[in-house]
T-cell receptor
């Protein structure tokens, strides 16, 4: 069982509200990721971090922002939620092993966000 | 364009039966291929990971195969159990970036009936 946690697990919120999705891991991993997943669709990388004070945008354009002030914590923020942000958000972490990059990515349980 | 295609999209089998899920990919340059199991409402959990030099890898009742020449992989589940009902996702990593970018398939939704 991976030691990576996400809160809240479910969130229903009105349009225009600011929200922060929390993600924490206790494995000391340097790399962390945020993915967005719609039902029946593939995961899309929206943000990632190589370590403290490092954040990068992923493949899928997202209006969300992230921060990495501590190794174990990688929160995602939406300044003004819209119905188009309704989705499942998955956090993951990993460490690199050797030159083959066969690092294992451990996923949190996800946050199901609904914006009304 | 780097892509991962899985088939079938969904599958229903009876408890105790075997099944095989397929994955074709075009990701290049290839680094490794993983199979994940994702229960409804949960995050994916890794089953196997294979590099270019590995043809097969097992994890209990799960056996994955890889043909890097044809860019195909399969996941074979033996003696299925009700708890095997989940989405099985094929994920391919490239070696062209420091991050080792992951490309996800849409998954095969497996339902095991008693």
């Amino acid at each position: 069982e991976a030691d990576i946690y996400q809160t809240p697990r479910y969130l229903v919120i009105g349009t225009g509200k600011k929200i922060t999705l929390e993600c924490s891991q206790t494995m000391g991993h340097d790399k962390m990721y945020w993915y967005q997943q719609d039902p029946g669709m593939e995961l899309h990388l929206i943000h990632y971090s190589y370590g403290v004070n490092s954040t990068e945008k992923g493949d899928l354009s997202s209006e969300s922002t992230v921060s990495r002030i501590r190794t174990e914590h990688f929160p995602l923020t939406l300044e003004s939620a819209r119905p188009s942000h309704t989705s499942q958000y998955l956090c993951a972490s990993s460490e690199s092993k050797g030159q083959e990059k066969t690092y294992e990515q451990y996923f949190g349980p996800g946050t199901r966000l609904t914006v009304t | 364009k780097n892509q991962v295609e899985q088939s079938p999209q969904s599958l229903i089998i009876l408890e105790g039966k075997n099944c095989t899920l397929q994955c074709n990919y075009t990701v290049s340059p290839f680094s490794n291929l993983r199979w994940y199991k994702q229960d409804t409402g949960r995050g994916p959990v890794s089953l196997t990971i294979m590099t270019f030099s590995e043809n097969t890898k097992s994890n209990g009742r799960y056996t994955a195969t890889l043909d890097a020449d044809t860019k195909q992989s399969s996941l074979h589940i033996t003696a299925s159990q009700l708890s095997d009902s989940a989405s099985y996702i094929c994920v391919v990593s490239d070696r062209g970036s420091t991050l080792g970018r992951l490309y996800f398939g849409r998954g095969t939704q497996l339902t095991v009936w008693p």
